[in-house]
């Protein structure tokens, strides 16, 4: 495996520094360690997430596995696992994020609550910040086996990206791809305008 990207490209890319995206970058390492693979140019990785937080910049940047090619494929689970299978051999992973479990962690997840429900005094607000850094900074350099659990699995790989015709909703006027358009009273129609007719029966 070549050089990983940085940690400071992927706070650059992401746009701020997180336990997220420390999360997804010890993922994105352990997959591209377990597959013994560089990062992705043309679909050879596939990704499956289960979640869609910060993480999930960090393995798009470092693995190459995105939306856009197809090979980054999201379900809503809101799970901290990831699948990641290489397409010349076959072999598939399952990560689970297992995070940092102490004392000073349960605090900061008490103090997130604080400051998510807006209830929290200016010195929490600080000790919150302390162990966020302190708590990336662990994450970030503890042994890949303390962070994340890898098991090797079988895994039926999906096909690579196609491109499919696209048509006109009826309803709306859009263009949607072909196989997700619905018919709604005899009628091709896109999924937004086929929902909102249901609601309207």
């Not at 004392?103 to 997130?112: G, I, W």
Request: aromatic share 8%; proline share 2%; glycine share 6%.
């Amino acid at each position: 495996m070549k050089k990983l990207a940085s940690w400071e490209e992927v706070v650059k890319f992401h746009g701020h520094s997180c336990m997220g995206l420390a999360t997804g970058y010890r993922v994105a390492e352990a997959a591209l360690k377990a597959l013994d693979n560089d990062r992705d140019i043309d679909e050879e990785i596939v990704a499956i997430v289960e979640n869609d937080n910060c993480s999930i910049d960090a393995i798009q940047y470092v693995t190459g596995c995105t939306f856009g090619k197809g090979n980054l494929i999201f379900y809503d689970y809101g799970k901290p696992v990831y699948t990641f299978a290489r397409r010349s051999n076959q072999k598939a992973v399952r990560i689970v994020a297992k995070g940092l479990d102490d004392n000073k962690y349960r605090e900061l997840a008490d103090l997130r609550q604080k400051i998510s429900s807006g209830e929290f005094t200016a010195e929490e607000q600080e000790r919150f910040k302390q162990l966020s850094s302190e708590a990336m900074q662990q994450l970030l350099s503890e042994p890949l086996d303390n962070v994340v659990d890898v098991l090797e699995i079988t895994y039926n790989i999906p096909e690579k990206a196609r491109i499919f015709k696209s048509i006109t909703c009826n309803s709306c006027g859009e263009k949607v791809m072909e196989p997700r358009a619905r018919v709604e009273n005899g009628e091709i129609v896109c999924i937004p305008c086929a929902e909102a007719a249901g609601r309207n029966i």
